[in-house]
């Protein structure tokens, strides 16, 4: 069984972060951590692929971690987190994000919505308020779906961002990771690296040469940054179709993983369609109850 992190804030984080299924504090992790190494065999995800090209028989216990996104804060938290449990686990990083980069739209607009800080927001004709919780949520779905209507994504995030910055007390919570982050990977081994895109897009409505260029750029920014081969990869949102399989075959990717195979891969064990089990559990005992339950889908397949 694969489980599918995201991002990782310290303990004194801002309220935002509790809106957000995506975040999970360093003391909510690190119970579930100590929760999974008393139940399961955490293995890298490299040994646990193996197992799978192999055909060998994995345990019924064993686990792989992964994380996707990769923020500057996940890493610090991941490093000391592994530093004390010891265990390995892999970041899935969307390039665009590194070393200050510009946030990818759902982090952008998560900080925007949920972090008190502005009260309101006026576009496209519309006013959103962001005064309580509820209609933080509503707006924050309101306007993802004004820029899925948009045309030119590009302009309308680089429009928005400058008309609503997020300020430097909050974005520390959602950059990116640093190259300094990146190049450390090299001496540690407990932590692997995998692509998940340049920007993060929805690749499966992107052409063919457009989906090329999000992997290729992220491939080989990754390459340049940890001086090692990326052949890992997580499909950003679970979102693909079968040119990305296409395409990463021809980049040489060996590993690609999905949230729910889409099963339209022609390629032995489906090696390009790795199911993971996706946490955003909070609370101990709902914790509890996902792994359970995503330990019996996993051991009958379904």
């Given at each position: 069984?694969?489980?599918?992190?995201?991002?990782?804030?310290?303990?004194?984080?801002?309220?935002?972060?509790?809106?957000?299924?995506?975040?999970?504090?360093?003391?909510?992790?690190?119970?579930?951590?100590?929760?999974?190494?008393?139940?399961?065999?955490?293995?890298?995800?490299?040994?646990?692929?193996?197992?799978?090209?192999?055909?060998?028989?994995?345990?019924?216990?064993?686990?792989?971690?992964?994380?996707?996104?990769?923020?500057?804060?996940?890493?610090?938290?991941?490093?000391?987190?592994?530093?004390?449990?010891?265990?390995p686990?892999?970041?899935?990083v969307?390039?665009?994000?590194?070393?200050?980069?510009?946030?990818?739209?759902?982090?952008?607009?998560?900080?925007?919505c949920?972090?008190?800080?502005?009260?309101?927001?006026?576009?496209?004709?519309?006013?959103?308020?962001?005064?309580?919780?509820?209609?933080?949520?509503?707006?924050r779905?309101?306007?993802?779906?004004?820029?899925?209507?948009?045309?030119?994504?590009?302009?309308?995030?680089?429009?928005?961002?400058?008309?609503?910055?997020?300020?430097?007390?909050?974005?520390?919570?959602?950059?990116?990771?640093?190259?300094e982050?990146?190049?450390?990977?090299?001496?540690?081994?407990?932590?692997?690296?995998?692509?998940?895109?340049?920007?993060?897009?929805?690749?499966?409505?992107?052409?063919h040469?457009?989906?090329?260029?999000?992997?290729?750029?992220?491939?080989?920014?990754?390459?340049?940054?940890?001086?090692?081969?990326?052949?890992?990869?997580?499909?950003p949102s679970?979102?693909?179709?079968?040119?990305t399989?296409?395409?990463?075959?021809?980049?040489?990717?060996?590993?690609?993983?999905?949230?729910?195979?889409?099963?339209?891969?022609?390629?032995?064990?489906?090696?390009?369609?790795?199911?993971?089990?996706?946490?955003?559990?909070?609370?101990?005992?709902?914790?509890?109850?996902?792994?359970?339950?995503?330990?019996?889908?996993?051991?009958f397949?379904?």
């Open positions: 069984m694969i489980l599918m992190y995201h991002d990782l804030v310290s303990n004194n984080a801002p309220i935002g972060h509790r809106l957000q299924a995506i975040k999970l504090t360093e003391s909510v992790y690190n119970w579930q951590l100590r929760f999974l190494k008393t139940f399961f065999n955490i293995v890298s995800l490299e040994d646990y692929c193996k197992k799978l090209k192999e055909k060998q028989k994995i345990p019924f216990n064993t686990i792989a971690i992964t994380f996707d996104d990769g923020t500057s804060m996940t890493y610090n938290i991941l490093k000391k987190s592994i530093e004390k449990y010891n265990y686990a892999t970041i899935f969307t390039t665009c994000q590194i070393d200050g980069g510009q946030l990818i739209f759902g982090a952008y607009i998560n900080a925007l949920y972090e008190g800080i502005y009260e309101l927001i006026k576009i496209k004709n519309k006013t959103l308020i962001l005064d309580t919780k509820d209609n933080k949520l509503k707006s779905k309101e306007l993802y779906k004004i820029y899925q209507k948009e045309k030119n994504k590009k302009k309308f995030y680089e429009y928005l961002i400058l008309k609503y910055p997020i300020n430097s007390k909050i974005l520390k919570y959602y950059e990116g990771i640093k190259g982050q990146l190049n450390e990977t090299q001496l540690i081994n407990k932590i692997s690296i995998g692509s998940h895109t340049h920007t993060h897009p929805i690749l499966s409505n992107l052409k040469n457009s989906q090329l260029d999000e992997i290729k750029k992220s491939k080989t920014i990754l390459e340049n940054k940890t001086k090692k081969k990326i052949t890992i990869f997580a499909y679970g979102e693909y179709n079968i040119n399989i296409e395409i990463l075959k021809s980049l040489g990717f060996k590993y690609c993983f999905a949230v729910k195979p889409k099963k339209i891969g022609f390629y032995t064990d489906n090696l390009y369609e790795i199911p993971r089990f996706g946490v955003y559990q909070k609370t101990n005992i709902g914790f509890i109850l996902f792994i359970i339950k995503s330990f019996f889908k996993n051991l397949n379904v």
